[in-house]
């Protein structure tokens, strides 16, 4: 009877869980919906709370001997799918709840989540359980109104007032585990791994976001896509800028060497070589070679034989007048700034166009891209405007 009597509350618990997973709830309101989302999450809270606080108990007793286990730590990863470094934790949260009764009793009444009391946790470990005491009522307060995310930063400020050396030391800690992999496959893909501390993260989370800028209409790119596009063009300006240090007596460049049938799509012409390792195709040679410096080697001779394609540079005077006609990228709906962009030869000068203002027009390198690689065609429309045309499609006028 008293064993019964004692797990007749999980019980209930278990058969009121396989009621509401049955149950449908797409015929409510979404004001009741929301409603019942938060009451949902916070019994999930009561119960991440039940189980910390069983959990302690089972620690006490060393309840995990009995099945043969040789850790709390192993049992947890075992029995309830923990990782190595969440049993951890749960843990030592279950151990510092019993000196802060005001966090454990928010967490019971499901008023504060594991994130939250797992933040406050933290904080009792880097400061000692001691010095939060006094903070606890408002660190239950603030966690009751705050995101993780928000309570998090609030922590951390905390632990900066009261424990500035100990921050500091985290601080140098997160920096020494700073590291940048980039690889390439056999595909051709480069891959990038690494971690960067917070500073490092935040300053280049900005520069990315600057370039990035908010999608315009038409832009299907994913997110990923375009922060990708964002750290190819900050490295692109950084070359461009020349402000870079040289190595072996030059300024860092990309390296393009082609044959003239490449540039021209003759059959049966090599593929250009960029910084001598990889092969690009010939479009994206005549995207680099509307506005850039070639070295253009004459088929069947020697490579030191080289005429380099210095004439297809647009002139500073030919930019700037391109610069004050077109003000920026004229793809249609793109708000590219002058500096962001490539002049394009709409009849390539590898095909007898001239490098006149008249043949010219500017484009961001996403939709000088997309001119050349992705088959779109670029025409003079009526008056002073262009048209551009997708692959089998319809002309789209541009501004």
């Known amino acids: 009877m008293a064993a019964s009597a004692w797990s007749s509350p999980l019980e209930d618990v278990t058969q ?35 189980f910390t606080a069983e959990l302690r108990v089972f620690d006490k007793q060393q309840g995990w001997v009995v099945s043969g286990h040789q850790s709390l730590q192993g049992w947890l990863r ?44 933290r904080l009792a470990s880097q400061l000692g359980t001691e010095a939060v005491q006094p903070a606890e009522a408002d660190l239950v307060r603030w966690g009751s109104e705050l995101d993780t995310r928000e309570f998090r930063h609030l922590t951390q400020r905390l632990r ?28 051709g ?5 690494g971690q960067l501390d917070e500073e490092g993260g935040e300053l280049v989370r900005t520069a990315l976001e600057a370039i990035e800028g908010a999608p315009l209409a038409g832009d299907n790119r994913s997110k990923g896509e375009r922060r990708a596009d964002a750290l190819v063009e900050l490295a692109r ?38 910084n001598g390792e990889v092969l690009v195709p010939q479009e994206t040679v005549r995207r680099y070679g509307c506005d850039a410096l070639l070295t253009v080697e004459r088929k069947g001779e020697s490579p030191l ?27 249609p709906d793109c708000d590219r700034p002058p500096e962001w962009t490539d002049a394009h ?11 006149k203002l008249e043949n010219l027009l500017l484009l961001c390198r996403r939709h000088h891209r997309r001119v050349h690689e992705e088959g779109w065609r670029v025409s003079r429309a009526e008056g002073s405007g262009w048209r551009f045309t997708p692959p089998g499609g319809e002309g789209w006028p541009g501004p």
């Open 16 to 50: 009121a869980i396989a009621s509401l997973i049955g149950e449908d709830t797409r015929h409510l309101p979404s004001l009741a919906q929301a409603e019942r989302l938060k009451e949902i999450r916070q019994d999930i809270n009561r119960l991440e709370a039940r």
């Open 78 to 121: 075992r029995t309830c799918q923990f990782s190595s470094g969440a049993a951890t934790d749960r843990i030592r949260l279950g151990r510092q709840l019993e000196e802060l009764p005001q966090t454990a009793a928010a967490f019971q009444e499901g008023r504060l989540s594991a994130q939250h009391v797992g933040l406050v946790g």
């Open 160 to 187: 900066h007032c009261l424990d500035p050396e100990g921050a500091l030391a985290d601080a140098n800690a997160l920096h020494e585990k700073r590291h940048l992999g980039l690889a390439q496959s056999w595909q």
């Open 189 to 193: 893909l480069f891959f990038l791994e």
């Open 237 to 274: 300006r950084q070359l461009d800028a020349g402000s870079l240090p040289e190595r072996a007596a030059q300024k860092p460049h990309l390296h393009l060497v082609c044959e003239c049938g490449t540039l021209r799509q003759e059959p049966g012409s090599a593929p250009a070589e960029l």
């Open 305 to 331: 034989a080289e005429a380099t394609g210095a004439g297809r540079v647009v002139p500073p005077s030919v930019r700037r007048a391109l610069q004050r006609r077109d003000g920026g990228c004229r793809f």
């Open 345 to 355: 030869h709409v009849v390539h000068w590898a095909d007898g166009g001239e490098t």
